[in-house]
């Protein structure tokens, strides 16, 4: 079975998209706003350039090398309140921040998928989940917030550091998580000899990188083997399988192929589609109806694939 959607993070608290077009975004993290390039942001700006002035932070690139430009109001890092934990901000080398927002809505899935599954286990059994390329942690926090053990796997030390701390600030530093510093395909591999198996998997994997000892990570040559050793790393009864993707230029179907083979062999569905977030409402904009909702645009954010066991 098959099914597609659009994953749209709205308007919360400590985060918007205040704006976005020609080529950037402007958001607001708790009580920062930042500027950064965003290469699907085709149209034209709505507020003045009197406010994006406005923001707290600008990154700019120029060729290969890109910089912040922060006011001294800023702070180094701050905690925002996001998708039902509390993680930290941080301007970082690579126009990233420490979370991408448009997820929150896999997280709230994530949720549901452990919850469902430890209604189907003995009391004393945990749902297992092996979550990689976990970065600073938002998926694992929100996996481990449900109950679940988590084995949280990042080639980047410094991700990992991070992603420890927002279990500390969200109050669940004390929860069943193991933070593995090591590439990807490396650890799935040992998983494979010590035959140790996972109720569910959650990748991340970017279009290039590298791991600790510098391996380097092609997603074109080699996210089909990943998988396919993750496969071989699954309980005889899984429960998901999530695949995030941003930046390679592949679209969900794609995806949705690779997961093909668990349908055939454990039933469930595939749910696949685009991650995306909506502006919020502008002063210019209406009252806040369900038309101006209507109204407001959608920045296209990544896909994804997604697959559950059945009920």
């Known amino acids: ?25 402007l958001e607001r993290f708790g009580k920062f706003v930042l500027s950064r390039p965003d290469p699907q942001a085709l149209w034209q700006k709505r507020l003045t350039a009197s406010e994006w002035k406005k923001a707290d932070g600008s990154f ?29 901000i941080k301007p970082t080398a690579f126009k990233h921040v420490g979370i991408f927002p448009e997820q929150a809505n896999n997280w709230e899935w994530l949720e549901e998928q452990v919850r469902s599954a430890k209604l189907k286990m003995p009391s004393e059994d945990a749902v297992e989940v092996l979550n990689l390329f976990g970065y600073t942690g938002g998926a694992t926090l929100a996996c481990a917030q449900a109950g679940a053990k988590v084995v949280h796997v990042d ?5 990992i550091a991070w992603a420890r701390e927002n279990a500390e600030l969200s109050g669940l ?25 996972y109720d569910g998997i959650v990748m991340d994997p970017p279009a290039f990188g590298h791991g600790p000892e510098n391996e380097l990570w092609k997603i074109e040559e080699d996210l089909l083997s990943l998988v396919d050793d993750c496969m071989n790393i699954l309980k005889d009864e899984p429960r998901f399988f999530l695949i995030n993707g941003y930046s390679a230029g592949y679209s969900a179907l794609a995806y949705e192929n690779i997961l093909l083979p668990l349908t055939e062999k454990f039933g469930g569905k595939i749910t696949v589609g685009e991650l995306a977030i909506q502006e919020s409402k502008s002063k210019e ?7 101006d909702a209507e109204r407001r645009r959608v920045l296209p954010c990544g896909i994804f694939a997604r697959w559950e066991a059945g009920k």
């Open 155 to 159: 080639g980047s030390k410094s991700a």
């Open 173 to 197: 530093a004390d929860r069943p998580v193991r933070w593995i510093l090591d590439d990807a395909r490396t650890f799935v591999g040992r998983e494979i000899k010590r035959h140790r198996q």
């Open 285 to 291: 904009s209406g009252t806040g109806s369900a038309e």
């Open 60 to 88: 700019s690139r120029e060729e290969s090398r890109g910089d912040w430009s922060l006011k001294q109001t800023i702070t180094d890092r701050w905690p925002i309140d996001f998708g039902g934990l509390r993680l930290y």
């Open 1 to 25: 079975m098959r099914t597609s959607d659009i994953l749209i993070t709205q308007p919360s608290p400590d985060y918007e998209l205040l704006d976005s077009g020609e080529g950037e975004k």
